[in-house]
């Protein structure tokens, strides 16, 4: 399409207008003047009135981020698992599906092992049942699990909604739903991995959705809500689980909640979490033997233990390590989180981390956020950025840091947002609504951002998408088949009968994963296995007689796939 062809460069001399990127920014800001100008005064009203429908409202804020999604799969695909993280949250899906914990542990499981998957004493993801759940759920209905991703993304947006209207009026409610389906939804990371976002942020929504409303009024359903998002937590990040409990009790304190006020719906809450906190014990001792110990924490032991400053590998008792457990820990210390050149000193640490926080809001709102400062003398306010800070400080303790780890607050940053966007509003410079009309530039200029990079991707050739792709932020969206992993299955699915295929790294491989099975693994007809070496791999081929070889070689340029043949050294006689 001509419109967005002329965005495949932003150098004057190749862009077909002779545009800059200055021309184009002068170009947007006055087109949008104009719109809001035009179009306001039809809109608003309309606005208005859906606002005060709450199921409508959740249903339009619900429904926006999956339809936008779903319009672009002819030009990105559904995504596929790209990392260790999601291959094992694949595997989780599928042991529930199969209506269990953990699997058996397998008798070659030496040729299976791969990152964040545990094979002793069971056969189980690292992580917990969570996001396996929701994964779960989306194959159960649609047939595949990263529509579970799409139903945890439109929970979030869609109680986003109803999160707000416990804080502030209908209108800033939907509005602020609206943005998060912006700022999380059809571009963003968590809707494009299998590794999580879309379910914590849920769990945080009821959570800060209950909680004034049970400050109002004590009704069961809140504290119900209240339990379950909690347990929905910690069912998906345990230790973010136990800073979301901080925030609810700092929530009791700032609000100076009677404690006879709050006995009767923190039973019911506590009832409502007992569902979650039965799950994850069962879970616990399906997978390591021991009720208490999660198999995340079993992982660390087997594969190394993360600390505040490095990674200190701890080998298996009477067990040397394996290759697995030699690219756990390389990868772990060189490519994991922030990677190794990040800042070793907790406060140093903080301060870095301070760039992934642009995730939780968009550009524009910046402009905005200062006049939320003027809301902090009311007592409520003042703990949303107390229990901001109490994420930001807790998830800073680990050397590690992805956005999904404060998934929890994402509603809290949405209602940061929308205050101040409140508060902008009513500002008048000599009679005149200025506030009003600068708030409203800054939504039109979020959506702006939004509809830009949108269309690129819906509108735009590879060409014009790679060349704009660089300026496009946060957003993480599959392009292509960078890794070749589609070329590969492709390959696979048109090979006859059960296959067997062997995975050779080269010496410097770390850690994305290649070798990631079902839950069943000799039920499968694709079973990835770790190349061993001729005489080990002899044992396996045994295992497995009626399945066809092959070798996949994935550090390749692109990666190669062709038929096992053992490379046998023949030893000639000394004379």
Same mark, same amino acid.
């Given at each position: 399409m001509f419109l967005f062809h002329i965005f495949r460069s932003f150098l004057p001399l190749e862009n077909p207008l002779g545009f800059g990127a200055a021309d184009f920014i002068e170009l947007g800001l006055a087109a949008l003047l104009v719109a809001a100008i035009l179009l306001r005064p039809r809109l608003e009203p309309g606005f208005r009135r859906l606002a005060e429908r709450t199921g409508w409202s959740m249903a339009l804020a619900a429904l926006f981020p999956v339809a936008a999604r779903l319009l672009l799969l002819g030009k990105s695909a559904v995504p596929v698992p790209g990392s260790a993280d999601g291959f094992s949250y694949v595997l989780l899906a599928d042991t529930l599906r199969h209506f269990r914990l953990a699997n058996p542990t397998h008798p070659m499981h030496r040729f299976f092992e791969a990152l964040f998957v545990l094979q002793e004493p069971a056969y189980a993801s690292i992580y917990p049942a969570g996001q396996g759940i929701a994964l779960a759920l989306g194959r159960a209905l649609f047939g595949h699990p990263w529509a579970g991703v799409l139903l945890s993304i439109a929970a979030f947006c869609g109680l986003c909604y109803w999160m707000l209207r416990g804080w502030t009026t209908p209108a800033w409610s939907l509005a602020g739903a609206l943005l998060a389906g912006i700022e999380f939804g059809p571009l963003n990371? #968590? %809707? @494009? %991995?299998? #590794? =999580? =976002?879309?379910?914590?942020?849920?769990? =945080?929504?009821?959570?800060?959705?209950?909680? &004034? *409303?049970? *400050?109002?009024? +004590? *009704? &069961? *359903? @809140?504290?119900a809500l209240l339990g379950l998002g909690i347990g929905l937590q910690l069912l998906t990040r345990p230790f973010e689980f136990l800073l979301l409990l901080a925030a609810v009790a700092l929530y009791a304190l700032a609000v100076r909640w009677p404690i006879r006020a709050a006995a009767k719906p923190a039973l019911i809450a506590a009832l409502a979490f007992l569902p979650a906190a039965g799950l994850t014990l069962l879970q616990n001792h399906a997978v390591t033997r021991s009720w208490t110990t999660i198999p995340y924490q079993l992982s660390r032991y087997q594969y190394g233990v993360p600390t505040t400053f490095t990674i200190q590998p701890i080998p298996v008792p009477h067990r040397e390590l394996t290759p697995i457990q030699m690219r756990t820990y390389e990868g772990q210390s060189a490519v994991h989180g922030e990677g190794t050149d990040t800042p070793a000193t907790w406060l140093e640490r903080l301060g870095y981390r301070l760039r992934f926080y642009r995730f939780f809001f968009l550009a524009p709102l910046y402009a905005a956020l200062p006049f939320f400062l003027w809301r902090l003398r009311e007592p409520r306010l003042a703990w949303?950025? +107390? +229990?901001?800070?109490?994420?930001?400080? =807790?998830? @800073? /303790?680990? &050397?590690?840091? /992805?956005q999904h780890y404060l998934a929890a607050v994402a509603c809290l940053t949405m209602l940061t947002s929308v205050t101040a966007l409140e508060t902008l509003s009513r500002v008048k410079f000599r009679g005149w609504p200025a506030g009003r009309e600068a708030a409203l530039l800054i939504v039109l200029l979020c959506a702006a951002h939004f509809l830009f990079f949108y269309g690129v991707r819906f509108f735009g050739d590879d060409a014009t998408v790679r060349s704009v792709a660089r300026y496009e932020g946060w957003d993480y969206i599959n392009l292509g088949d960078a890794e070749g992993r589609r070329a590969v299955q492709r390959r696979l699915d048109q090979i006859p009968g059960p296959l067997l295929v062997f995975v050779r790294y080269e010496p410097n491989h770390m850690f994305q994963e290649w070798i990631h099975n079902d839950a069943d693994i000799d039920a499968a007809r694709i079973v990835y296995a770790d190349d061993l070496g001729d005489t080990e791999n002899e044992t396996l081929l045994d295992y497995y007689p009626s399945r066809s070889a092959w070798l996949l070689e994935p550090d390749a340029l692109p990666p190669r796939l062709e038929p096992y043949r053992p490379q046998r050294i023949e030893l000639l006689p000394i004379h």
């Open positions: 990371q #968590w %809707t @494009n %991995t299998y #590794w =999580g =976002g879309g379910v914590s942020a849920t769990a =945080g929504c009821l959570v800060f959705g209950a909680l &004034p *409303r049970l *400050r109002q009024e +004590a *009704r &069961p *359903r @809140n504290a949303v950025v +107390a +229990a901001l800070a109490i994420f930001a400080i =807790g998830t @800073n /303790f680990y &050397p590690y840091f /992805f």
